[in-house]
């Protein structure tokens, strides 16, 4: 399996090239050369996640490792989660939700920052280089890097913290891990101007010294998709599904998502993909009226959807919309500088039916927790909740509904709603004991790049 980018001048990329690299040369973001199709009788036989992850990793690895040294790895990729269930389910009368959030962060992003973490220092390690990781974050992305990469020596993490609408867990998850490989930097600055910096960085020729890799591990980096596809295949083999299968993901920058449709892409029997999002409705606009247009952030209560544009989105246009057509989609993304995009409308109409959306504002936000609780005695977090709106509602379809955050990493919210939370993640019980350590920072490129040389 090769893999190319969205924007057509950037192909014939392996695994390990598109590991490192994360965004394509062209400012495209990098498919798979082909969808590879995946047996269903074979999945229905996996007993676990890792048993699934078996399947589907050599299928996108398979030019860079050969398929037993894939599956031997697997068994060490996601070690660092407290249970060896790593996906957990919850099946209510007529829908399911699968939970994601038992990994060491307690959000679903563990699965694919364990997995992109792995393969950088393998890889790294086979060349004799160090990696440098630098990234911006609101919440849950900066502390499942910190902790994927935190044993790895050869890997040096840097997160950018902006001033803002992060919880005290989230910011205590980052600040609190005392690996000296590990820098959790404050920058007076909003998150946009934490993510200014990081693109400076990666524009710059010579930010680092030579033998230095610089890496980005956001939500484009394929081997993110790669982890995300398996929980949607894993819940095919986990559950008793009789009904058509529809799956609702909340949703900020669409990885999660996209993983959705790859899997549905590759066999996956699929009937509806529902896109659920907080006041953010950037994508509920476009899956309603074909209006992909940016508007400014809104803080809400589920922060980690909290976004104006949606980075994996070109994927979806490029592989559904346009299928495949490189030279439209580098025209749409190009002109997306002025904010707006939309396609044809015969074209749009013409792909409806897979995707739904919905939006659901802070207020419906909080009674859906309340009905939760009251209901099913189940504690719901913000982001899961939005999700949900979607079980909740009649329909011929089981309903499978990604809950992407543990309840505890937000205890002022469930304290505020007078929900008790029964089932504590143990990673995050002793969080308020420790102490912190942050690095205060001006939001200042050349400033931060001096640190960081100085710091490797
Ligand atoms: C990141 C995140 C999301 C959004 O996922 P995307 O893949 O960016 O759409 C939803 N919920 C939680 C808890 C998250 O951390």
């Known amino acids: 399996m090769l893999f190319h980018s969205t924007r057509g001048n950037d192909s014939h990329k392996s695994f390990k090239d598109i590991a490192i690299q994360g965004l394509a040369t062209d400012g495209g973001l990098y498919v798979p050369d082909f969808w590879p199709q995946i047996d269903l009788d074979q999945i229905k036989a996996c007993k676990t996640y890792g048993d699934v992850a078996k399947i589907i990793l050599p299928a996108f690895a398979s030019d860079s490792f050969d398929e037993i040294e894939i599956r031997s790895m697997v068994d060490d990729i996601w070690q660092g989660f407290p249970s060896k269930h790593l996906v957990q389910f919850k099946n209510f009368d007529d829908f399911s939700i699968a939970e994601l959030f038992h990994g060491p962060t307690a959000a679903f992003k563990d699965f694919g920052l364990q997995l992109v973490s792995y393969f950088l220092h393998h890889i790294l390690k086979e060349d004799n280089q160090n990696g440098v990781i630098l990234g911006a974050t609101s919440g849950d992305t900066g502390s499942a890097a910190i902790h994927a990469c935190k044993e790895y020596s050869n890997i040096k993490t840097f997160i950018l913290l902006p001033e803002g609408n992060m919880s005290e867990v989230q910011r205590r998850q980052m600040s609190t891990v005392k690996n000296n490989n590990i820098f959790a930097i404050k920058v007076s600055g909003t998150f946009d101007d934490c993510q200014d910096i990081v693109k400076q960085a990666f524009n710059s020729d010579q930010f680092l010294p030579q033998n230095f890799s610089l890496l980005a591990v956001n939500s484009i980096n394929w081997l993110r998709i790669i982890a995300q596809i398996c929980y949607y295949f894993y819940s095919f083999s986990a559950i008793n599904i009789t009904k058509p299968l529809c799956f609702s993901i909340p949703s900020g920058n669409f990885g999660n998502v996209f993983s959705a449709y790859a899997a549905y892409k590759m066999g996956l029997p699929i009937k509806e993909l529902c896109v659920a999002v907080n006041d953010n409705d950037i994508l509920d606009r476009f899956f309603k009226n074909n209006d992909y247009s940016k508007n400014l952030t809104v803080p809400t209560i589920s922060p980690s959807m909290d976004i104006s544009v949606a980075s994996n989105f070109e994927r979806l246009i490029y592989d559904y919309y346009l299928e495949r057509d490189a030279m439209t989609c580098n025209q749409l993304f190009t002109n997306f500088k002025s904010g707006k995009l939309a396609l044809n409308d015969d074209l749009f109409k013409s792909k409806s039916g897979l995707f739904s959306s919905t939006v659901v504002s802070q207020e419906e936000t909080r009674k859906i927790m309340k009905y939760f609780f009251d209901n099913y005695k189940y504690a719901l977090d913000p982001h899961s909740a939005i999700a949900c709106k979607r079980a909740l509602e009649k329909s011929d379809f089981h309903v499978v509904s990604m809950a992407t955050a543990h309840p505890d990493k937000f205890p002022d919210l469930f304290r505020a709603l ?23 920072m001006p939001c200042d490129f050349s400033i931060i790049k001096n640190f960081i040389n100085n710091s490797l």
């Open 418 to 440: 007078d929900i008790p939370i029964a089932n504590h993640h143990p990673a995050l019980q002793d969080l308020s004991n420790l102490e912190e350590r942050l690095i205060a």
